[in-house]
C-alpha cells in the first residue's frame, strides 16, 4: 500500500467549476506539501501546511491531522490551473526511511476545458 | 527568486553510454536530490546529498552514483545506460529539513536508444 493515496488520478473540468483534490496518508507527519507541475515538467510548492488552512488567490488547502487527509481546492477553475497536482508529506522523525526525503503521491492530473 | 537549473532539457543516448545530468542552484542550499518521475509510477528519489562529498542512497539507486564536490552543484551519473532508464529526471535543493520548501530544477527528459 503507498504511503500517500491521491484521489482522483484524473480530473476533467469545465472552466467555472470548483475543483477538489484528495490526499489520504498513513504515517506520523510533520507537514504536508501541495506541489503542481505544468505540462513540460518544472515543479513548483503551493503549499506547505501541518494544521488547518491556508489561502493563496483561488487555491485553498486544508488538513486533518487525526484523518490523516488533506484536500486541495481550486475555486472558479480555469484552463491555465491544468496541471498535475502533486501531494506530498514529510515524515515525522521517528519514520524509517529515505532521511531527508519527502514521501510522494502519484499526482492528480487536471484538465480544465474552456 | 531560488534558482535551480538542470543541464540539459532533452538528451538523447545510446545503450551503454555514459550520461551525466548535472544541477546547479543559486540559494547555498544544504540539501540537494535527483529524482526520477515516471508515468503511474510518480516521482521516485534516486540520491540525496545534504553537504559537499556527502550523499545517502534514495529509493533507487541501482545503476546510478552522484557526486557533489561543490555545494551548488549535484551531478547524476548514468555509468552504462540502459533502455530501462528512460525517464524525466527531476534536481531539487532545499536549505534544511523536509518542512523546508523544496525547490526543483525544470527536468530533463532521457531517452537512451
Known amino acids: ?114 | 527568486d531560488v534558482k535551480v537549473t538542470q543541464s540539459s532539457r532533452y538528451l538523447v543516448k545510446r545503450t551503454g553510454e555514459k550520461v551525466f545530468l548535472e544541477c546547479v542552484q543559486d540559494m547555498d542550499h544544504e540539501n540537494m536530490f535527483w529524482y526520477r518521475q515516471d508515468p503511474g509510477l510518480g516521482l521516485r528519489l534516486i540520491y540525496f546529498s545534504y553537504d559537499v562529498k556527502m550523499k545517502e542512497k534514495g529509493d533507487i539507486p541501482e545503476g546510478y552514483s552522484v557526486s557533489r564536490e561543490k555545494k551548488e552543484r549535484f551531478s547524476l551519473i548514468l555509468e552504462s545506460a540502459s533502455t530501462n532508464q528512460t525517464s524525466m529526471y527531476l534536481c531539487a535543493s532545499r536549505a534544511g529539513g523536509t518542512t523546508d520548501t523544496q525547490y526543483f530544477g525544470p527536468g530533463t527528459r532521457l531517452t537512451v536508444l
Open chain 1, 1 to 114: 500500500k503507498n504511503e500517500v493515496e491521491q484521489s482522483p488520478q484524473n480530473l476533467t473540468a469545465q472552466e467555472g467549476e470548483f475543483i477538489t483534490i484528495n490526499c489520504s496518508y498513513s504515517v506520523g507527519i510533520s507537514a504536508l506539501h501541495w506541489l503542481q507541475q505544468h505540462p513540460g515538467g518544472g515543479i513548483v510548492s503551493l503549499f506547505m501546511l501541518s494544521s488547518g488552512k491556508k489561502k493563496h488567490g483561488r487555491l485553498i488547502a486544508t488538513i486533518n491531522i487525526q484523518e490523516k487527509h488533506s484536500s486541495l481546492h481550486i475555486t472558479a477553475s480555469h484552463p491555465r490551473d491544468s496541471a498535475v497536482y502533486i501531494c506530498a508529506v514529510s515524515p515525522a522523525m521517528n519514520y524509517g526511511g529515505s532521511q531527508g526525503n519527502l514521501i510522494f503521491g502519484k499526482g492528480t492530473k487536471l484538465s480544465v476545458k474552456p
